[in-house]
């Protein structure tokens, strides 16, 4: 993407649709057991959708490893967490804008490092990170896969885990090990299913049966059933090309099915208290 396309710094603080009046913000963690998966191509364009449904979004690269979020918008992030930890540059100073407005969190690595930093040199960043994200009406987190403790942790934290799989048997067996390891050591009981790079609607609510009744005998959970993007050539040409789908193919059938879900979300956020959300940096970094 042109550089024009996508300003460089997001100097100026979201005024909030919902935020402003009064609501937590959506929290969400998009994580999977397989890797490529499609994480990150969901949290991207769900972002988007959000955004130019007026919503004020923070996208988090939460991927500490091998980020990726910038490299799907296009985009390269000048500053890191590295320069908010060395006090040289603000929170609001290293989150970029990229399209429709969204403001993306780039590479979080040294979110890991923050635990270990001194008591002021925590709470400074904590402070920012909360001040900030109480601003926004959705945070979105893009993991890492896997069950590293960084993943956990930011899944602990969202209000909503959207476990990402496709039909093949691997990632589904992957999907069960983090299902079971975020409920039995991080207490989080209920999960939002997404089935990506799917053949139809039925085979993917195929997949899904098969995830829930496994975990419906082995472990104390509920799977939700957020929906199905199909498997579409537009999504690859969109990577390639370094921009959503969204925007690229607006009336596509990946786009279609992720108008559902954003829909999906943001009818399951209605439902969520106020007063959730605050004091997620604080459970992330706990
Ligand atoms: N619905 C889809 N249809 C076709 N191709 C897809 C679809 N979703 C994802 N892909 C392809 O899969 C690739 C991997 O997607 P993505 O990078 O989002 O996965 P990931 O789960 O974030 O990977 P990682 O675990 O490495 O972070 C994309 O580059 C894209 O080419
Ligand atoms: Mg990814």
Do not use: C
């Amino acid at each position: 993407m042109p550089a024009s396309r996508a300003p460089r710094h997001a100097s100026q603080t979201p005024s909030g649709g919902e935020a402003k009046r009064g609501f937590a913000p959506l929290v969400v963690a998009v994580t999977s057991g397989k890797g490529g998966v499609g994480k990150t191509t969901l949290a991207v364009n769900l972002g988007v959708d959000f955004t130019a449904r007026g919503r004020k979004v923070l996208l988090v690269d939460g991927d500490l490893g091998l980020a990726n979020v910038d490299i799907m918008f296009g985009i390269r992030p000048l500053y890191t967490f590295q320069h908010l930890i060395s006090g040289e540059k603000n929170l609001e100073e290293i989150i970029v804008r990229g399209p429709s407005g969204i403001h993306i969190l780039p590479a979080s690595s040294g979110v890991s490092e923050l635990a270990n930093l001194d008591a002021d040199t925590q709470m400074r960043i904590i402070g920012q990170l909360e001040t900030l994200g109480g601003r926004y009406d959705a945070i979105l987190i893009d993991t890492a896969a896997g069950i590293s403790s960084n993943v956990m942790h930011f899944a602990a934290a969202a209000q909503f885990v959207i476990v990402v799989v496709t039909h093949e048997p691997t990632s589904l067996a992957d999907a069960y090990a983090v299902i079971k390891v975020l409920n039995q050591k991080y207490n989080v009981h209920r999960f939002q299913l997404v089935v990506n790079s799917s053949d139809s609607e039925a085979a993917a609510r195929r997949v899904y049966q098969t995830l829930s009744d496994i975990a419906d005998n082995f472990i104390d959970v509920v799977i939700d059933y957020l929906g199905a993007i199909p498997r579409d050539p537009d999504v690859i040409k969109s990577v390639g090309s370094q921009r959503p789908f969204v925007e690229m193919f607006p009336s596509g059938a990946a786009t279609r099915a992720l108008h559902g879900l954003s829909e999906a979300l943001l009818a399951k956020r209605s439902r969520v208290r106020q007063g959730d959300a605050p004091m997620l940096w604080t459970r992330i970094i706990e």
